[in-house]
């Protein structure tokens, strides 16, 4: 639960400055230029951190990315090489 909690966090932060970004934008000027760059900026980094985070939820097993994409046979069937003659 509290992993969802955190990645909506995280994408409403990246929305928000998004969105900061575009205020900034329509609003021309000199200082408002350096306050786009400035939230267009921390819209990367958050991007980032989101990006770091759900890989790493991955790696340790608390979410699990695979489980629904791509069904992975379990089965340990030794696979023989047809190609090698073994009656030579």
């Given amino acids: ?17 998004l969105f900061r970004g575009l205020f900034f934008l329509n609003k021309g000027g000199e200082e408002n230029s350096r306050k786009l760059v400035k939230s267009l900026s921390w819209r990367i980094g958050l991007s980032l ?6 890989l790493l ?17 379990t089965s340990q069937e030794s696979v023989v ?6 009656s030579n």
């Fill in 49 to 54: 951190l989101l990006f770091i985070v759900v």
């Fill in 57 to 73: 939820l991955d790696h340790y097993g608390v979410i699990n990315m695979r489980k629904g994409v791509l069904p992975v046979d």
């Fill in 1 to 17: 639960m509290w992993v969802k909690v955190v990645v909506i966090i995280l994408m409403l932060a990246i929305l928000f400055s």
């Fill in 81 to 86: 090489d047809e190609t090698t003659d073994e």
